[in-house]
């Protein structure tokens, strides 16, 4: 697969980092897109991103990356962690950005756009927007994990909503545990 894996300045550097950590680049092209603010959210959660080896690295202001035109394929973007700004100027069809106009290209191309977005509460404007990409055809997996599983430790809180990306993805993974069907 050709993934694009877009970071911007929300809180949840964990959400970007523990999806990176599960995307072989052997396996599939991905590329990495940071927003202006994501560095300074990084630095702040969790120190530094550890990118792995042969994930390609681009600008944010930078057009002379192949996923920010219709005529390149690519199979999915994420967002992971999406802010409200981002969203809603995606929302709006603002491109003045790589991950926005990568973004603007997924939705008019009909490619799979998956949206984390980590903000609470929630405005009207927040849910309008959302409103918004969802009939335009993104995936909205807000960073709210599951405890079914029980998790022991905040990875593994971290890893639901991660697991539920990977899904969405078409990624095979085992990192999270399924509901399974009761027993009779």
Not at 4 to 12: D, L, P, Q
Not at 64 to 85: H, K, L, R, T
Not at 133 to 157: D, K, N, T
């Amino acid at each position: 697969m050709r993934i694009v894996v877009g970071i911007t300045g929300a809180s949840g550097a964990i959400y970007a980092q523990r999806l990176m950590d599960r995307l072989d680049p052997v396996s599939h092209e991905v590329h990495l897109v940071l927003s202006q603010y994501a560095n300074q959210v990084i630095a702040e959660e969790i120190g530094e991103l550890k990118v792995p080896k042969g994930f390609i690295q681009h600008a944010d202001k930078s057009m002379n990356v192949p996923f920010v035109s219709g005529s390149a394929v690519f199979d999915a973007m994420v967002i992971i962690p999406c802010s409200m700004g981002t969203l809603g100027r995606m929302a709006n069809g603002t491109s003045e950005t790589t991950l926005l106009r990568a973004a603007d290209v997924f939705l008019k191309e009909r490619r799979k756009l998956i949206l984390v977005p980590r903000e609470t509460p929630l405005s009207l404007i927040h849910v309008r927007n959302m409103a918004i990409l969802l009939e335009a055809g993104a995936v909205l997996i807000p960073a709210m994990p599951g405890f079914y599983s029980r998790p022991q430790s905040v990875e593994e809180v971290v890893d639901t909503v991660v697991a539920r990306v990977l899904d969405h993805l078409g990624v095979p993974h085992e990192i999270s545990p399924r509901w399974k069907d009761a027993k009779e």
